[in-house]
């Protein structure tokens, strides 16, 4: 590039000012515009602390009039950008340390790009040329992922076929024992029969809560066995909330409810003893496999649809990253989406599900030693799960995969989980986009911040930004979108949600807004900076906070109410910040109590603290990250 070695000035000027840009918008500064004179059309303090008028100054007294020879160099003031002349055609660059997410060839690139655009892009919008450099596009080329086609077989037909193939091995391990595989067939046949009887067929949708035992797994594979989806609930949540999440998934049917809370809400179903084999239906991977609320800005939950493809397509990846054989752990709540990987990997792989009951799940210590004794080689949890059970961890479990997710996972706790000997991976997936969509292999001590890595194969990912949804260079932010087979069908009954959260992009196709703000980072992974909106995640739950605010609010006394998360040790918890009404003093443990009867438990506040006033922007709203500075200095009103 001739004008990186060309020693007029003005060009030197050039030169430097498109490095401020480059670095400037690395360093994610508010992006500036140059004026018609070629001067800031405000007053710009570049990275390095240089104004425009200083940086002019400085090219001028350090490059005279004349050619520049190779090897010469320039340095942009005291932090430290340094510019390189070197051959004719080109210059060479050493990035500042706070840096971390550049180097050299993509600032190189970038100031390449923006000076090869210099003479055709009006001063006034130089600051919003796009910096993409070859380096930024063969990281992003790198990292993206690629996609593939659903697997024609469904889990429902794989363990099928192994049945039909080893009808006697192991596959289920329970406190009622060990399970065969034509056992475990034979029990789900009865639940078939029994949902055929009532009516349930091809396209249905029934509810599922039963105990952590083998008749949960048998019901939802009884369940496929009748053509139907199944929806996992849990009737100890408030009695409102369930029936929202029912009317929203459609169901026609419930199976299980073991209190009877939901009784004539639902037809109550369940297996016919020793019914005779009863033939399956088989289902496209098209078709429908299981339905899961999650939460809505409006308070509405939204039921998403997830297919058979979609779920065969994301154990797939993991048999990729796992193998077979595996003894795993189903140690997650059944509402929650990551425990389907726990309940369809290891029956379609010739592996064994290992079911934690509700009493050993409680109990860190019991779940762990139960797994030990058990052989289990494949535990998943949340980092808040994980908390709790690192130090359980007793031993070497070199022969062990611990998979982690849910929420972000701590530097700190990285570290501790890895140094039980076990791999370790972070892994990333909304619920639409089924379970897992990104991994990351934490190595020891590799990451400062762990990243949620690279796609899984047959999904992409893609950092959008703007209202056309155009890509980011590597380092700025943008709305993560994720594409591929393992992509949900959508929100059912709700084909406005569904417009708005899956979109068809005109280069990436089908793609869902995670509104998960990320970057790229330099070595092709993926890093989460926050949301675009106001969900945070809790214990792996996803938590709407302007709904844990409307019911806080309604609570008598209760002015104003929002919500923020706080770091709690290791853990994450949710304060609750009230601005009272005049003369009011309501007792924690009756807010607690009136929040307890409307939400599920994992929305309620752990904490509460009381504001004069909640701090708020111009615009009225809730100034969250304020609140979220402020409340790590309040004292939490006791119990």
Known sequence: MNTASTGHPRDRLRLLTAAGLVM??????????????????????????????????????????????????????????????????????????????????????????????????????????????????????????????????????????????????????????????????????????????????????????LP????????CLGIWGAGAAFMPVDTGHPAERVAGQ???????????????????????????????????????????????????????????????????????????????????????AATFDISLLEFAYPLVTDGVLLMVDNVRRKEPAAAIQWLTDQRADVIQATPSMWSLLVDCLRGDWSHAVLLCGGEALAPGLAARLTSTGAQLWNCYGPTEATIWCTTHRVEPGTDPAVPIGTPLPGTTAHVLTGPDLEPVPV?????????????????LGRDDLTAQAFVDHPVHGRIYRTGDICSWQRDGTLRIHGRT???????????????????????????????????????????????????ASPDVSDIRAFMAARLPSAWVPTQFAVLAELPRMSSGKIDRRSLRALAQTLEPLAS
Request: contains cysteine; proline residues 7%; charged residues 20%.
């Open 24 to 209: 400037s918008r690395a360093q994610r500064l508010p992006r500036f515009t140059i004026g018609p004179d070629g001067e800031a059309a405000q007053p710009l303090v570049l990275p390095w602390r240089v104004t425009l008028d200083a940086a002019a100054r400085a090219v001028a007294e350090r490059f005279p009039a004349t050619d520049t020879a190779p090897g010469d160099r320039w340095q942009s003031g005291r932090t430290g950008l340094l510019l390189r002349a070197g051959r004719p055609e080109g210059f060479s660059v050493t990035v500042p340390e706070d840096l971390r997410h550049l180097d050299a060839d993509l600032v190189t690139g970038r100031v390449t790009a923006l000076l090869d655009r210099w003479d055709e892009t009006s001063a006034s919008s130089l600051g919003q040329v796009p910096l993409w450099g070859e380096r930024d596009r063969a990281v992003i080329g790198s990292g993206s992922g690629t996609t593939l086609p659903a697997p024609r077989r469904t889990v429902a037909q794989a363990f099928a076929d192994r049945t039909a193939e080893e009808p006697d091995g192991e596959c289920l391990v329970d406190d009622h024992g060990v399970m065969s595989c034509a056992e475990l067939a034979f029990l789900a046949a009865n639940y078939t029969t029994g949902l055929r009887r009532a009516g349930i067929g091809p396209s249905d949708v029934v509810a599922v809560d």
């Open 212 to 219: 952590r035992d083998r008749q949960l797994i048998a019901a």
């Open 246 to 332: 029912l009317a929203a998934a459609g169901a026609r049917a419930i199976v299980g409810d073991p209190d009877g809370r939901l009784a004539g809400s639902l037809p109550h179903v369940g297996p016919v003893p020793g019914s005779p084999h009863t033939p399956s239906h088989h289902s496209a991977p098209d078709d429908l496999a299981y339905v899961l609320c999650t939460s809505g800005s409006t308070g509405k939950p939204k039921a998403v649809g997830v297919s058979h493809g979609a779920l065969a397509g994301c154990v797939d990846a993991f048999t990729g990253i796992l193998g077979a054989g595996r003894r795993v752990a189903h140690l997650t």
């Open 475 to 491: 380092g700025e932010l943008g709305e993560l979108c994720v594409g591929g087979r393992q992509l949900a069908l959508g929100y």
């Open 533 to 583: 909106d106001d969900q945070v995640k809790v214990r792996g739950h996803r938590v709407e906070l302007p709904e844990v605010d409307a019911v806080a609010e309604s609570c008598p006394g209760v002015r104003r109410a929002a919500g923020v998360v706080v770091q709690q040790g290791d853990d994450l918890a949710l304060l609750c910040c009230l601005e009272l009404q005049p003369g």
